[in-house]
Nanobody, 122 residues
Framework: QVQLIESGGGLVQAGGSLKLSCAAS???????LGWFRQAPGKEREFVAA???????NYADSVKGRFTISRDNAKDTVDLQMNSLKPEDTAVYYC?????????????????WGQGTQVTVSS
């Protein structure tokens, strides 16, 4: 059973930066990896995803501010978040896709971390 553990969340002022990291207990093969977020009272939404070959895909709301990266040898995926806004406040989850392709749909991901809180103050 694959387990994902996120770290790096916290409280930051608007305009600041945070880096989220996610480590997997199992070995990735060719699956895409993703980051999602969920704010109180809202549905879980796509943030970014990356293929085994390091091709990224971003939600329009984070393009130019967030950068996703992965280390296939270490089974990790990171999310560098810059120019943070209060509307970025949410619990952030990393996930492993069922396929090699990046998807914006949560149902296409079959392993999830426990989530890490990101709070951006104005």
């Amino acid at each position: 059973q694959v387990q994902l553990i996120e770290s790096g969340g916290g409280l930051v002022q608007a305009g600041g930066s945070l880096k989220l990291s996610c480590a997997a207990s199992g070995r990735f093969t060719s699956e895409a990896l993703g980051w999602f977020r969920q704010a109180p009272g809202k549905e879980r939404e796509f943030v970014a995803a990356i293929t085994w070959g390091h091709s990224p895909n971003y939600a329009d709301s984070v393009k130019g501010r967030f950068t996703i990266s992965r280390d296939n040898a270490k089974d990790t995926v990171d999310l560098q978040m810059n120019s943070l806004k209060p509307e970025d406040t949410a619990v952030y989850y990393c996930a492993i896709s069922r396929t090699a392709f990046t998807s914006t749909v949560p149902a296409q991901y079959n392993y999830w971390g426990q989530g890490t809180q990101v709070t951006v103050s104005s």
